[in-house]
């Protein structure tokens, strides 16, 4: 009985009391369930220790974004897959063959090494602050071991900590958008930090 009735009290303050104390239980409750069990929970059943990723830059951005013309993006940025080996009907099957934008949230799952394959897209430690997502553009393997090579889709080449990127390297594999720019609700807030090139919204190099 005396748990039922601690129950009924709990219940009323997290969601019915709408007083000042139940609007900052209610806060800390959900941010206590999210940061302790929800995330937790979902690393555990992905796989991956970053199950929801916000891009944070415009390596990966194509102009127009979701309604960006893939032919006219092609034409402009062909060369830099050609000599990889990749063609247009290659990319065009590619998952994200549209980019991803600066904000959006990604749902992602552990990145098994041998099951990827070029054109897939990765999030991996690169010895920075953050950890990069890119497109594989090459997979070699070297003593039984997977090395892959990436390139951001919207950059002009490959950076030197893409080019031997190692198994223990790898964080995970987004699948799909969850929701496009709602990360910046997160983002703004450290906008100002960033070097002014990099600030505000995406734009085609």
């Not at 080996?85 to 980019?99: H, T």
């Not at 099951?115 to 594989?136: E, S, T």
């Amino acid at each position: 009985m005396k748990i039922k009735e601690m129950w009924k009290k709990f219940w009323y303050l997290l969601w019915e009391d709408d007083s000042l104390k139940g609007w900052i239980f209610s806060v800390v409750f959900l941010f206590i369930f999210i940061k302790l069990i929800f995330f937790p929970g979902l690393s555990i059943a992905t796989g991956t220790p970053l199950p929801l990723a916000i891009i944070e830059s415009c390596s990966m951005y194509h102009e127009g974004n979701l309604i960006s013309n893939f032919d006219t993006w092609w034409e402009t940025h062909e060369s830099k897959y050609s000599k990889f080996g990749i063609e247009k009907k290659d990319f065009a099957n590619f998952k994200f063959k549209k980019g991803l934008n600066k904000g959006d949230i990604l749902f992602t799952l552990r990145a098994n090494a041998k099951n990827l394959k070029v054109g897939d897209v990765i999030i991996f430690n690169a010895n920075r602050k953050n950890p990069l997502i890119h497109r594989i553009i090459e997979i070699k393997q070297e003593n039984g071991e997977y090395i892959f090579s990436t390139i951001g889709d919207n950059n002009n080449g490959q950076l030197s900590i893409e080019k031997n990127i190692k198994e223990e390297q790898l964080i995970g594999r987004p699948v799909f958008r969850i929701a496009p720019y709602f990360g910046w609700g997160k983002l703004i807030f450290f906008e100002y930090l960033r070097p002014e090139s990099e600030r505000g919204l995406c734009k085609e190099n």
